[in-house]
């Protein structure tokens, strides 16, 4: 499996305080081990977003990726449940 990251994470995780910062890179490296890890909550999105997943990087917070046929995966954002409102 690669990760890739779009221009959209980069620039939102360049905006993040450093606590978060710290706590995302602690997450991914478990999502890389696996990707279905029980403290990550991965989860499939449902109405506009049904496309994407996401594993949470603590009770807020979440990356939303995506993956395609050939397991490549791709971060598109990170973000709280602000989004779906």
Do not use: A, G, Q
């Amino acid at each position: 499996m690669k990760i890739f990251y779009t221009s959209k994470f980069k620039k939102t995780f360049k905006k993040l305080p450093i606590w978060l910062k710290r706590k995302s890179i602690e997450k991914e490296k478990l999502f890389r081990k696996n990707i279905c890890d029980k403290t990550l909550k991965t989860h499939k999105l449902s109405w506009k977003l049904k496309w994407y997943y996401s594993f949470s990087i603590d009770y807020s917070y979440r990356i939303m990726f995506e993956i395609d046929n050939n397991n490549n995966v791709y971060f598109i954002n990170i973000w709280n449940h602000s989004i779906y409102k």
